[in-house]
């Protein structure tokens, strides 16, 4: 297993053999082809107050977060839910909120609307739509990707195809519609939520080396 130290590295080397190479877009054949990767830093599901206040003065302390959510899906036409996970990737490791176990939202908002902290990650403002309402907050700093993504002139705006031309791994979504609301998250559902902020924190810093 990989040191958090040694992971950076790695991904940097990769980024920057991508960027010598100046590939601006890979296909879904290119994609599948290449090798699944996913975090294995340190993870904090929190599903409680006292974790959620823990694990927000801990994110606080962040210049930059990876940002994302996750839903229950619905199949049927007419049904929606609210979202179950909140993730932020932070240097330290991958924070999960399990909003609907966690009775007082007010600090985890007050880090949501800090200027300060940038929250980075894939259709934000569809997100930032649902999120508020299970979770009300103002938001501010979320960068959108896919838009650093355009500005460099990288033709792929998705989590998959930005993982794929930066890193040259791929990002598993088997598990992309599951029971998020469920009570107790099972171990494969843990990685995928932390691996998709932790991946959207990467791609910011990696896009900021073509965009500034």
Not at 33 to 49: Q, W
Not at 113 to 125: E, L, M, Q
Not at 131 to 153: H, T
Request: hydrophobic share 45%; charged share 25%.
């Amino acid at each position: 297993m990989l040191l958090a130290q040694d992971r950076k590295c790695t991904l940097k080397k990769v980024s920057r053999l991508i960027f010598e190479k100046h590939r601006h877009s890979i296909s879904k054949k290119e994609i599948s082809a290449l090798p699944i990767k996913h975090y294995t830093g340190p993870i904090h599901v929190i599903d409680s107050d006292e974790k959620m206040r823990a694990a927000v003065r801990s994110l606080g302390r962040e210049k930059v977060l990876g940002f994302d959510t996750e839903t229950r899906p619905a199949f049927y036409k007419g049904i929606s839910y609210l979202p179950s996970l909140l993730q932020l990737a932070a240097g330290d490791g991958v924070y999960i909120f399990q909003i609907g176990r966690i009775d007082s939202h007010k600090p985890l908002a007050g880090i949501l609307a800090d200027h300060n902290v940038v929250k980075a990650g894939i259709s934000v403002s569809e997100d930032i739509k649902k999120l508020k309402d299970a979770l009300p907050f103002e938001p501010s700093r979320f960068i959108e990707l896919a838009g650093m993504a355009a500005k460099a002139g990288i033709k792929n705006a998705g989590i998959r195809g930005l993982a794929a031309l930066l890193f040259g791994f791929r990002i598993s979504k088997s598990t992309q519609c599951s029971r998020w609301d469920a009570p107790t998250l099972a171990h494969a559902q843990i990685v995928y939520a932390a691996t998709d902020a932790w991946i959207c924190r990467e791609i910011y810093f990696a896009l900021k080396k073509w965009v500034g």
